[in-house]
């Protein structure tokens, strides 16, 4: 199946109605290969070409006084606001005991909620589905970390007691009459912990089903879909762009989102050079050799304006604001641990939309669609199946090795279509490159352009078109180098300083046992990512598929 028409209609968008089919299927539709099937717009790429809603239709409840009379899905809008009104802290942490009083109301109401749901007319808009994930997805979050901390994320056993009982001493037991709160008692005995009540697990199980996505926090929830435009009139440009939802309402979570949307918005160059390279690289001719090398040429120019905004990042995101006051929101339910003294196993409950337990992971960049269409379009191998350099192939056999592949389930459907077609759709009659040096075997592909450049390494190595190839591909890895300096910068830097209101942690736990030095020592060497990677291998794997893309593997 040629690319020409695989991205030639990339000019389309969404269906002109703005509907959504009846139902989501991971089955691989080749009906048609036209961009309306996969959600890519010429002018926003993989973002909607249009602002996303910024309200759910319908009436204000007044929840703070538990009506639910008659709930419609603008119920959820009006629990977010309160949410953010109080607003909500991790973990339950008050100095101010108001704000600890509304927010343990706040989470009453959620258990009370209805269920409430979307009308057939609205559950076929594409709009008002995206708007309704990201607020159910945001409230989800939202309740689970919100709640008291009884030690549900302590990998360490005796933290996680010391949490509970800790949990249980500051939670008064009764009013003023003398009468024991229940919700308080339950709360702090940890009996809500990893449920997520019905009124929020039921509606988020159906709308994520019907977008193709898992009912947690995502890339789409909070990037692709979670925008606003400061002026409608301007359109869609960088300067114009602000994030709409948030857990700490700061300037550092702002910055981290934001700057992922202007790498998508900038990124639909690449894709508009992706889409011309693949209709050229069936011609097979001179014409066609000197206009790809350029649009190439071009492609490493817009993969190196990716690495600057990407370098921007601490501009306004402080690293410990976002490793201890923002990631934390975005654990999900593999990222609780096992404590058999509380009868607590890892994993969410979706009361009364599930009866197993949640185990996605949390919101990664890893699930965006963009840089994956750059790895399938340059043929970076990240599973590891392929010839290698030196003829030595490597075996799958770490879990890291099919993390981009996994990270594809957290993708709307429609751009997980798109990158199975692009995988997949896309061939040519097989070429065999000139014989290698070393006496390995020649390479064979049938990947539009690595063929093509195989097929010009026969005229020598000085080929443009293989040293333009070659350059996109050492600007992907600058682009990876800089991911790998952002990670180390936000994640494992501030893992190891520990707290900024803890002083000395490090020290006073060197004075420990053995035992606790060596989990600390095990605790720095591995940081995992928010996906649940060992970060920084993961990051230097992926470095290195890439590098093993290129023609001279330099």
């Not at 939202?142 to 509970?164: C, L, W």
């Not at 193709?212 to 400061?230: D, F, Q």
């Not at 097989?430 to 026969?458: F, M, N, T, Y």
Request: charge should be negative; aromatic fraction near 8%; glycine fraction near 6%.
């Amino acid at each position: 199946m040629g690319s020409r028409s695989l991205l030639a209609g990339a000019g389309q968008f969404m269906k002109k109605d703005g509907t959504l089919p009846s139902q989501t299927t991971d089955r691989l539709d080749t009906s048609t290969l036209a961009a309306a099937d996969f959600d890519v717009d010429v002018r926003s790429g993989f973002l909607p070409p249009e602002q996303p809603l910024t309200r759910l239709p319908g009436p204000t409840f007044d929840v703070q006084n538990f009506e639910f009379s008659e709930p419609q899905p603008s119920l959820w809008e009006c629990m977010l606001d309160w949410a953010k009104s109080i607003p909500l802290t991790f973990g339950s942490q008050y100095s101010d005991v108001a704000q600890s009083s509304a927010a343990q109301k706040w989470r009453s109401a959620i258990r009370a909620m209805p269920v409430a749901s979307l009308s057939e007319a609205e559950m076929g808009h594409i709009r008002t589905m995206r708007r309704a994930c990201v607020v159910l997805a945001f409230l989800s979050h939202f309740y689970m970390h919100a709640q008291i901390d009884v030690g549900q994320y302590e990998t360490d056993p005796d933290k996680a007691r010391s949490a509970n009982q800790e949990a249980k001493r500051r939670i008064p037991w009764s009013n003023a009459y003398g009468l024991r709160d229940s919700a308080a008692y339950a709360e702090a005995h940890g009996e809500y912990v990893n449920k997520l009540p019905p009124g929020l697990a039921v509606p988020f199980v159906m709308v994520s089903e019907r977008l193709g996505l898992p009912p947690v926090l995502t890339y789409a929830t909070t990037v692709l879909w979670n925008w606003t435009l400061k002026d409608a009139s301007k359109g869609l440009t960088s300067s114009n762009m602000e994030i709409k939802e948030m857990f700490t309402n700061s300037v550092s979570e702002s910055h981290f989102f934001l700057t992922s949307l202007l790498i998508e918005l900038q990124g639909v160059e690449a894709l508009t050079l992706m889409r011309i390279s693949l209709n050229e690289a069936f011609a097979v001719d001179k014409l066609a050799e000197q206009r790809i090398t350029c649009y190439l040429e071009e492609l490493a120019n817009v993969i190196r304006k990716l690495t600057v905004l990407l370098s921007q990042m601490q501009d306004s995101c402080d690293p410990d604001t976002f490793y201890w006051d923002i990631r934390p929101w975005f654990k999900t339910g593999d990222a609780t641990f096992t404590d058999s003294s509380a009868g607590r196993v890892p994993g969410w409950i979706l009361e009364g939309a599930s009866s197993e337990r949640s185990l996605w992971t949390g919101p990664s960049a890893g699930q965006s669609t963009l840089i994956h269409a750059l790895d399938l379009f340059l043929d970076v191998d990240h599973t590891r199946t392929k010839r290698q350099p030196n003829g030595v192939s490597s075996n799958r056999n770490d879990s890291d090795s099919t993390f981009m592949e996994r990270m594809q389930l957290y993708m709307p459907s429609h751009h997980r279509a798109f990158l199975r077609h692009l995988q997949h759709g896309i061939s040519t009659e097989p070429v065999c490159g000139p014989p290698k040096e070393d006496g390995a075997d020649a390479e064979w592909s049938d990947h539009p352009i690595r063929a093509l450049v195989l097929q010009c390494q026969w005229s020598g190595p000085n080929h443009p078109l293989v040293h333009a190839y070659d350059e996109a591909l050492r600007a992907l890895r600058a682009l990876r180098d800089e991911h790998m300096r952002i990670a180390v910068q936000y994640i494992v830097h501030p893992s190891r300083r520990g707290p900024r209101n803890i002083k000395c942690s490090e020290e006073h736990e060197q004075k420990q046992t053995q035992k606790q030095t060596q989990k600390q020592k095990q605790n720095e060497d591995v940081v995992r990512g928010t996906g649940g990677t060992d970060l920084v291998n993961f990051l230097r794997a992926c470095r290195k598929n890439t590098t093993d893309a290129m023609s001279h593997f330099t």
